[in-house]
Every structure is written in C-alpha cells, then in structure tokens.
C-alpha cells in the first residue's frame, strides 16, 4: 500500500472509531481523586457478559496452549535477551506514544518519547539499549484508549475481543485503531520486518511479565471477573494519569498495602 492510499485509511479509522464511541455514549470528564490512596473509583458495566465468557474461554485456550507456554519459555532466556527485547519492543511504540501525548495536548510527555525515539533509534542499536534512561527520560505509555478517556468520553460497556482480551468499548476502540494506524509507513521491508519482530516480541515479552499476575488470578474463584475487574482498575488508574499530565505512573500505594504503577 502506497503512502497516498495509507493516509484516506487513517482517517477512515478515525471516524469509524469515533463513530464508535459516540454509539457507546460520552460523558463529561468525572473527578477523580488529586491523591488517591488505592486505586482510582471505577465502574463496570458489562451487559454482553455471556458473549464475552465465551469469547474470554477462547482466548483462554489460546493462552494455555500457546501463549502463555511461549512466555514461560521467554522467561528462560538470558536476562540481557530478554532486556534488549523489552527495549526493542517498546521503542517501536514510542511513535503512537508520541501522537497520543500530542493529541492529549501534553507536550512535555510529548518531548520526552519523541527525544526517547531519537536517541535510543540512533545510540540504542534500534532501541537494543535504553540509553534515553540513562539521561534522565523515563519511559511512559500512552494510548487512543487513554486519548479519548482524556477528551472526555465514557468507558461503555465491557467487551471481550478475540485474542486482544478484555477492554471496556472506549479501550476496544482504541486497541483496534492504534492496529489501523502505521506510523511507519509502508515504504520500507525492511522496517516491515523490524516491527513485525517488535510486535511479536513484545506481545510474548509483555505476557511473560504478567505470569505471576495471572497465576495469582487464575487462584480466585472466577478468572473471568479477576481479569475483568483488575483490567478496569489498572485502566482506571491509567486514565487518571493521562487527565493529570504526568510523567510517572498513578500509584495505588497506600499504607501497608502494595504498589501498581
């Protein structure tokens, strides 16, 4: 696909997200606490719960026999292998980070992944090595989920999306549109391969790093809302940090109790 076929798609993605959306209701931006002890208040509203069981036992099965066994596998490797994949996948994202810190009109999380890209692209070995820490630019996360909560819209109702997991319509949304969206274009095998490598290394990196999480929830007695109600507490909690423009995570550290940031 050309460049010039690429840019009607974008904005065709956009509308249809939007269009999305407003289907699934907008609200006005609800308070939140400046500085919650716990996490940050939220809501579940999940009326196809039948429908999203079923399309959460997929995604189970999917996850016991291949996934999770590739992540436990992962877990083998070297620590430096498994670094230098954490940093190469994620600097990959750094571009849908950067348009999203615009598009929340945060421009000094903005300056931070973009000067994250530049450096670790060019000093990191394509983001091998995080050097960008090293000068003091911590990395952050940023998403259109993330985008859209800020600009105001409501969560909607919970939807469990075929291998993507557990989102609520907002999220689900943004998931779909940030897949839509090449920052980089089709121009080059090269890069192709290079993200494809990214994609797939950092799907299995991230889901080795929640093996303990899930192993804990696969302890209580219904996997199926553990999954849910975690998910919507950590999207909460990030949503919080997007309104609030900061750098670091939301923490839901409180006396004696744990941290998640």
């Not at 026999?65 to 954490?86: E, I, N, V």
Request: aromatic share 10%.
């Amino acid at each position: 696909m050309s460049t010039s076929d690429s840019a009607p798609l974008s904005a065709r993605s956009a509308v249809l997200a939007l269009s999305l959306l407003a289907a699934g209701g907008c609200a006005q931006r609800e308070p939140y606490p400046a500085n919650a002890c716990g996490g940050v208040a939220y809501q579940v509203s999940d009326p196809l719960e039948p429908a999203n069981r079923a399309v959460f036992a997929f995604n189970r099965s999917l996850d016991d026999y291949l996934l999770a066994p590739l992540a436990r596998g992962y877990t083998t490797l070297p620590g430096f292998a498994q670094q230098g994949m954490h940093n190469f996948a994620g600097n990959f994202g750094e571009p849908k980070v950067f348009v999203n810190d615009l598009l929340q009109g945060n421009g000094e999380r903005a300056m931070t992944s973009l000067s994250r890209f530049m450096f670790n692209t060019t000093l990191g070995m394509a983001g091998l090595f995080d050097v960008s820490a090293e000068m003091g630019l911590a990395r952050h996360t940023s998403d259109f989920g993330q985008t859209f909560a800020v600009w105001g819209f409501a969560d909607g109702p919970i939807v469990e999306l075929p291998v993507l997991g557990t989102h609520n319509l907002r999220d689900a949304t943004g998931r779909v549109l940030s897949l839509a969206l090449d920052p980089f274009g089709d121009n080059s095998d090269t890069v192709d391969t290079l993200e494809s490598v990214a994609a797939a290394g950092g799907l299995v990196d991230r889901r080795a790093a929640a093996l303990p999480l899930t192993d804990w929830l696969r302890e209580l007695p219904d996997y199926y809302l553990a999954v849910r109600d975690y998910t919507a507490q950590q999207r909460s909690n990030f949503v919080a940090q997007g309104k609030a423009g900061t750098l670091g995570g939301w923490s839901t550290r409180c006396a004696g109790g744990s941290a998640h940031e």
